[in-house]
């Protein structure tokens, strides 16, 4: 972990979520890394449901995913999430989506979140959520 | 169709709506459900969309389905929805989800809403809405 | 818990479960549900994956929900589920959905499933899984 | 349109789609993109249903995607997808994500899939959904 600030989910593949490749549908990585993000923000102190709560919605703006291997029903997953560059109005969250069972990597994410005001205008991010989030930078 | 007010909507089963048993998940009938309901009160002149905007919202209170035969992907898929009861704060729908190329039955279904205010209260439904449900209620 | 026997999963609500009504939305009780239902299984002794993987299909042929209270993004929700009646080609499961931090029911659900060989066709179920079953049938 | 080969779907945003952001979730339109991408092919007589049924599967192997504006519950959203380059193992899709209604561009998005045989390994596309596919190739 070389000192990366980074937080971990695990979650089953949920039947629901299998297609009939048999395998994770592709679209529910994204719902799998929002799940890490969400976690890494609570361990961090910036609870995104507080955050909304507040007037601010951070909207997903870029997403890109790159798929290495396949996840199957009932197959146990990891998701790791990290912050990667953070700014006024902007946090970039990096993703790794692993198989415990045997350390495969399944997936390589990132996605770019923009901070908005109730009216879905591009607004500062909450100057403590901002500090917290420059404290914790990292890459992979 | 025997004099019933009813309203169809037709739609291809998604890649990302089957699972690995090679059929189309369970839970994403109630999702088709709503799309012919939401067609049917369009049809009916009592659109959601501001029905919500009205401060209104119709939440499901009750849910059956029964499941007939199963739908593939990409298969066309024919829902249709009809007004089965209705009252001041409650409205029943009942569901017919049909394969139209062989005219197999696929599900039977109902869902009974109740109308909530902006602080999730039961409350009446608008005089306007409630008399043109009143005027098309039936049953299959 | 007065002798039944149950099997208990917790999850968070996620982002993407939730509707524009600001709850979690109707259908994916059925997924939770699901997810509750696997790991019953898997606590008896009897895996789906293992299951299906021996050419056995557990479809749902039907389901109903009764909804009480409302499901928020983030919430910790608890679902418990367990076998109300057990024959040689049908297993039915019921199902509470609560939130532990009030105790509120969220939720009450059932749904029949039927045994399938890999034609689609009716079959009986593994003697094994069938005896297993039939040793915890309980009600609520 | 200018002599490119594309193929637009028109669908409405179902009301399981939104989030409690009030507008449809991002994972969504991989999902929109995929059911364009599936008329595509259809409409070039590569026929996806057929293709899988033949013994070879077109898997996500990489995925981006640009938000430029949300899409609202009931919303007429329309989705252009074309083919940008194809080899033959590998072919790469682009897509629009437009609403008609005030004409507001909500999303470009590009994936690339790999032809993979029933082993899951790489392997060539048949040679005449190849010829096919080479022969509308084109970039925005």
């Known amino acids: 972990m070389s000192g990366r600030h980074e937080t971990s989910v695990e979650l089953r593949v949920r039947y629901g979520e299998t297609d009939q490749m048999g395998v994770a549908y592709h679209a529910h990585y994204l719902v799998w ?28 703006a870029e997403a890109s995913l790159r798929y290495a291997r396949s996840a199957r029903y009932d197959d146990l997953v990891r998701v790791t999430a990290w912050i990667a560059d953070v700014g006024s109005r902007r946090v970039t969250f ?39 989030m420059e404290s914790v930078v990292g890459d992979a």
């Open 33 to 60: 890394c929002e799940m890490a993000r969400t976690e890494h923000m609570r361990r961090l102190g910036v609870r995104y449901r507080d955050l909304e709560e507040g007037g601010i919605k951070l909207a997903v």
């Open 94 to 132: 990096r993703y790794r989506v692993e198989r415990p069972e045997d350390n495969a990597l399944l997936c390589t994410a990132e996605t770019a979140l923009v901070s908005l005001d109730h009216a879905n205008r591009p607004t500062r991010l909450p100057d403590a959520a901002l500090a917290i």
